[in-house]
């Protein structure tokens, strides 16, 4: 089974309905981050959290929110969502350890939201 | 500017050809750098980490450069599974020189090794 997974893999919407997109991890890391992917853009950090109940913004949170209820999971959500947020969406974990700053990060399967 | 930019390319070379990437980062406080690999449609994969003093592994070397702020990922010997899309990546330090453990990614550069 994968460490990482997300649901859905593939989404289709219409602009102005509300999006969660979920993400569990069975490595057991502290940290866990949400990016979306577009075409020459590279990834880009929504948010990223610490810790259970820990957030943090990254560098385009704007129209995006998330919940982090339990170490395992971290949730995205497009509380109304917009065609330009059409993109393909990470969720990566790694470990809480200082010391080792080459610390990797794992990513998931992403998912792939489209917004009519 | 961006703070991590990498030539999108796309490279095409020819099986067994040299091919070398780089990606210049605009924080002279980065502290760590990486090189992904992602494959069409799947996610990002740690390829190797960057060392101050250069490393290698198997056909791939990675170099830092500090003093023009710039990482490169040299890779000999191309393999047609080669082919993929290589994102450099860049951590900053965080308060008390500590690692936040955000990454900064490049746009990422495309590889095609062709027979």
């Known amino acids: 089974d994968a460490d990482v997974t997300q649901t859905p893999r593939n989404r289709i919407t219409k602009t102005g309905k509300r999006i969660m997109l979920e993400c569990s991890q069975t490595k057991g890391h502290d940290r866990m981050y949400w990016y979306r992917q577009d075409p020459g853009l590279g990834l880009r950090l929504i948010y990223y959290?610490?810790?259970?109940?820990?957030?943090n913004k990254g560098e385009i949170s704007d129209g995006y929110s998330v919940s982090r209820q339990a170490q395992a999971k971290f949730s995205l959500s497009l509380e109304s969502a917009i065609p330009n947020q059409t993109a393909l969406y990470f969720c990566?974990?790694?470990?809480?350890?200082?010391?080792?700053?080459?610390?990797?990060?794992?990513f998931g399967p992403g998912t792939r939201l489209t917004v009519l | 500017r961006k703070e991590v930019e990498q030539d999108p390319g796309p490279f095409n070379v020819p099986e067994g050809a040299t091919v070398a990437f780089n990606c210049t980062y605009s924080?002279?406080?980065?502290?760590?750098f990486f090189w992904y690999r992602q494959d069409c449609r799947k996610e990002p994969k740690l390829l190797m980490s960057v060392y101050s003093s250069g490393n290698e592994d198997g056909r791939f070397t990675a170099q830092l450069n500090r003093a023009s702020q710039y990482i490169s990922l040299l890779i000999r010997d191309s393999k047609l599974s080669d082919s993929a899309t290589y994102l450099c990546?860049?951590?900053?330090?965080?308060?008390?020189?500590?690692?936040?453990?955000?990454?900064?990614f490049g746009q990422g550069t495309i590889l095609t090794v062709h027979p």
């Open positions: 959290s610490f810790d259970v109940k820990d957030i």
């Open positions: 990546a860049v951590r900053e330090s965080g308060a008390g020189g500590t690692s936040y453990g955000k990454l900064t």
């Open positions: 990566a974990t790694s470990e809480n350890d200082e010391n080792r700053g080459h610390n990797e990060q794992f």
């Open positions: 924080n002279s406080a980065s502290q760590s």
